[in-house]
């Protein structure tokens, strides 16, 4: 039999919430009380299954009150969930042609309007009804290759941006009809080529600032305010970011081919702290407030993110751990602190966990990935994890990395990779036809 060894004024907490004495309030500090606590992350365990995907779930988000959570799906499919009762409130059409990669609801909005990006490179806008009927959905602007991230106004319901493997960041404004869209960035490497983005996120302590992430081994913050709209054959040379970041053994790679890129990079709650993820390589945490080309302050390692482009969270109300999915099918989570593996879950039984999206006020955690379902985490385990298998597992992580690192992939090979997967997206669009293309001009139309 296991306890929880939860002290006096947690107790207290506990006893005054069953009292109900004033539930708002205590219902508010209980959950940030007890949410960080070890006690709670070592038992989470997994819950229940979302089924309702026929095909890998590339993004999952909660709406802001928690309540609902939204996947999206290479079956381009968009199933809103009651995820508490594990049954879909609706699911539609997406409108897109290629894998949906990001699906989001807009704030402010009554859980009523979500925001899409896919591989088609189409950004497109739902208006769902109260009941959760789909009433409308338009084109609101668009990538000349996959759009792979959004990044919300925590407070506006009208305002986000998007980037895409074309390097492009879009600033999008649904206020306008038909919505206004505009190019504010399109980054450039020193060689003037263009570097495809995985990532974006916006400062949450200052709305101004925003964080870019992709092909190469820096990650850029951008002041919008210090950039104007560019055209998309522009030639001109990339503005300097506000700040870039790099660990300093990562800045200078051997060759092209062993370049580190950052497959995802998100801030912490108060904007303090940018954690970015690379492929086959280890996690890093730079502080904001740091000069630009600073190096990391904290490391974690033990995953494995080589096969997918993967995705990386904090999880807690103070940003007090680290989570994020690795090829082995299982879910790394980290003491932000000690940088030391205070969990690991077993995850999707196809291979790679991509996406982990905590909930935004109690200690419940949503992932995907290759599997086709979402699963969702509760600290509901009778005792915490002993970490049992853990040493294995990271030892088999770390000596596939090293054999990789250790095997350059000839030039003939890369370029066959390339031609196959570029095959695979044609062969996708040619299935799916040409479903979702009618209304790609910025109408609205019925649902």
């Keep these: 039999m296991c306890d929880y060894h939860l002290d006096g004024h947690y107790l207290r907490d506990l006893y005054s919430r069953q009292l109900c004495a004033d539930p708002a309030r205590l219902s508010y500090a209980f959950t940030q009380r007890m949410y960080p606590l070890n006690s709670f992350v070592q038992r989470l365990t997994l819950e229940r299954k979302l089924e309702g995907h026929e095909g890998c779930v590339n993004c999952i988000n909660f709406s802001p009150d928690g309540g609902l959570l939204a996947s999206g799906s290479d079956d381009l499919k968009v199933i809103v969930w009651d995820w508490s009762r594990g049954t879909p409130v609706t699911s539609f059409d997406s409108g897109h042609v290629a894998n949906v990669f990001q699906a989001k609801f807009m704030p402010y909005t009554g859980n009523c309007v979500l925001v899409t990006a896919a591989r088609d490179g189409q950004i497109i806008c739902t208006v769902l009804s109260s009941s959760g009927s789909m009433m409308s ?16 106004e925590p407070d506006s319901p009208h305002v986000f941006l998007s980037c895409g493997e074309d390097g492009g960041v879009m600033e999008v404004d649904l206020r306008e009809d038909p919505p206004k869209r505009k190019r504010i960035l399109i980054c450039r490497s020193p060689k003037n080529t263009r570097i495809a983005l995985y990532s974006i996120f916006i400062d949450p302590s200052n709305y101004n600032y925003f964080a870019i992430s992709g092909r190469e081994q820096f990650a850029r913050i951008y002041d919008r305010r210090m950039l104007s709209e560019v055209t998309d054959n522009s030639s001109q040379s990339c503005p300097e970011p506000v700040k870039k970041y790099c660990p300093h053994h990562l800045e200078n790679p051997e060759n092209e081919i062993r370049k580190a890129n950052i497959t995802c990079s998100v801030y912490s709650h108060d904007g303090k702290e940018l954690l970015c993820s690379y492929n086959d390589e280890d996690i890093y945490i730079f502080d904001t407030s740091h000069s630009t080309g600073s190096d990391y302050v904290k490391r974690y390692s033990g995953h ?17 751990y680290v989570v994020s999915g690795s090829d082995c099918g299982h879910v790394f989570i980290w003491d932000k602190e000690t940088q030391k593996i205070v969990h690991f879950l077993r995850g999707d039984s196809q291979g790679a966990v991509n996406c982990l999206e905590p909930h935004p006020y109690i200690p419940i955690l949503a992932t995907s990935g290759l599997d086709h379902d979402v699963k969702m985490f509760s600290p509901t385990a009778p005792c915490p994890t002993t970490l049992k298998g853990l040493e294995e597992i990271v030892k088999k992580n770390n ?31 040619c299935e799916r036809g040409c479903v979702g293309m009618g209304n790609m001009g910025g109408e609205a139309t019925g649902g």
């Design 399 to 429: 000596e596939e990395r090293d054999e990789y690192h250790n095997n350059p992939i000839d030039g003939y090979e890369l370029f066959m990779q390339l031609i196959a997967r570029q095959y695979r997206r044609g062969l996708r669009v």
């Design 137 to 152: 959905t338009k084109r609101v602007a668009h990538h000349n290759d996959s759009a792979h991230k959004l990044a919300l």
């Design 304 to 320: 494995r993110n080589n096969q997918t482009v993967k995705g990386v969270n904090f999880f807690g109300p103070q940003s007090e």
